[in-house]
């Protein structure tokens, strides 16, 4: 017997999406917009501001504030505001609140394209670094059908590669309705509300970003079924999100922030067991309310844990050396053109007429201006930095 999901819970998932999708309209986001207009005219030189989610998606930017690569740049910055969900970032970067955020890489596609907020993508946050995560007594996908499966938004990572997986077994994802055995419905949650969802079993599983996998598996809670990256090789999760005026009105001040991002990422790789302790609740400066052990379980897993992973059939493509979460700034353009064609054929509810008129090569240099991160990147000693191909070219590999 189905568990049915908290009244409360459900509510506030349901107003959420309903808030987020009214925004990603360009009726919905004009007052916004509007307001950030009114913003800039009173306080063109605003100070760094930065917008996160209390999961590892927000490393680099944290990162950059904690070891005052931003400072060491010249900037003036403010305290980071951490956010409960991603409609509250959303809402805070179109008014102005804010200034640089991470947000899912679909969201953006929705952003520029459905709301026609004058925002582009100026690097890569992070690679990989999420996973499908099931109850204890799920042990392959089709076990999911007939129940009700999580994601942190319709224009997200997740559910591209969830989708993908599951209609590769035959298994058709639903937004609505009782879902029958060969069907799952996909709900939307806020990160932080997904465990609590699976350890009261409102819910089969959950696909989001670290550390709430690892949670799930500390508290034997859930279990790991499918890392994304074992899908999508090197995929973004989330990218960096700026304003078009910034870039256009302030390039120096805009270079100088994504030399900080990108030098973090470049410090990060040397220092991952440090990155954990800064991420961590025990830091004074209380970036998230995460354990040192959850957060090193994702930044340092111990190597058995893929050889268990690899039994488990977690990860299927061992060849491809994924790491848990890793990290890189470049966007490649491969990546933007592969992301636009698969949301094409991929469930999203809410306002989404726009996407079918996309063309994916338009969207690539459109949505992205990587100007500052190539010259970031050049300032770090290159792609190699990140133990990449000197190259800003790849090809995308995607396998169920």
């Not at 696909?207 to 090789?233: H, Q, Y």
């Not at 379980?297 to 268990?308: G, I, T, Y």
């Not at 353009?333 to 992301?339: D, N, R, V």
């Amino acid at each position: 017997m189905k568990t049915p999901a908290s009244p409360t819970a459900t509510a506030d998932a349901r107003r959420q999406f309903l808030k987020l999708s009214a925004m990603f309209t360009a009726a919905g986001a004009l007052p916004l917009l509007q307001t950030y207009n009114k913003a800039i005219a009173a306080e063109p030189s605003a100070p760094l501001r930065i917008g996160y989610l209390a999961v590892t998606d927000s490393t680099p930017l944290l990162v950059a504030h904690h070891k005052r690569f931003f400072q060491d740049q010249g900037l003036e910055v403010d305290p980071p505001r951490r956010f409960r969900s991603w409609a509250q970032v959303v809402e805070a970067f179109l008014s102005g609140q804010v200034n640089v955020v991470h947000l899912l890489s679909p969201m953006t596609v929705w952003a520029r394209y459905g709301s026609q907020a004058r925002a582009k993508v100026v690097a890569w946050n992070h690679m990989s670094g999420s996973s499908l995560t099931v109850l204890p007594e799920v042990n392959q996908l089709t076990d999911l059908g007939g129940k009700t499966v999580a994601i942190p938004f319709w224009y997200s990572i997740h559910n591209v590669v969830l989708q993908y997986i599951l209609k590769n077994q035959g298994i058709e994802a639903i937004s609505d309705g009782t879902p029958g055995p060969k069907q799952v419905k996909l709900v939307v949650m806020s990160p932080a509300d997904m465990l609590p969802a699976l350890s009261t079993r409102q819910i089969a599983g959950y696909t989001v970003a670290e550390p709430f996998n690892a949670s799930a598996e500390l508290l034997k809670v859930g279990k790991i079924m499918r890392f994304t990256s074992d899908v999508w090789k090197d995929h973004a999760c989330c990218v960096v999100l700026m304003h078009e005026n910034d870039l256009e009105q302030r390039p120096a001040w805009s270079q100088k922030v994504i030399n900080g991002i990108v030098q973090a990422q470049a410090w990060i790789l040397d220092h991952r067991d440090e990155t954990a302790h800064i991420l961590s609740k025990s830091n004074p400066d209380h970036y998230t309310p995460h354990s040192y052990e959850t957060l090193a379980r994702v930044l340092v897993p111990h190597p058995e844990q893929n050889a268990l992973y690899e039994a488990s059939g977690a990860i299927r493509h061992p060849d491809w050396k994924e790491k848990r979460i890793d990290f890189q700034p470049f966007p490649f353009p491969s990546y933007t053109e592969a992301l636009v064609s698969m949301l094409k054929s991929t469930l999203v509810s809410g306002k989404n007429d726009f996407l079918q008129a996309l063309d994916p090569a338009f969207v690539a240099k459109d949505l992205v201006d990587d100007r500052f991160v190539r010259k970031a990147i050049a300032a770090v000693g290159g792609m190699s930095a990140f133990g990449l191909p000197d190259s800003f070219t790849r090809r995308e590999t995607i396998e169920a």
